[in-house]
């Protein structure tokens, strides 16, 4: 009956666990459209509370970004 109990319990530890993970963020992802003279550092800092570096770091990760080079007209994914 115990080993039965554990069981049980592990997997419905396991279901919640599943069910309660987070995406990449809270909030819905936006889009942004580069702009002439934008910078990642300058996105980050109009859209993100806090240090700049952490942003430019997510913006970095979302996108898949090779290096901090943008194009005017390039479309960026906002974390939300």
Known sequence: MFVKLVIV?????FVVGLAARTTHGAGPERMYVVRPADTL???AART???????GVWELEQRN?????????????ILPG
């Not at 993100?48 to 952490?54: I, L, S």
């Open 9 to 13: 319990a592990t997997l419905a530890a």
């Open 48 to 54: 993100y509370a806090g240090d700049p570096r952490q």
């Open 64 to 76: 898949h970004l090779g290096s901090t080079t943008l194009t005017p007209g390039q479309r960026l």
């Open 41 to 43: 550092w300058a996105i």
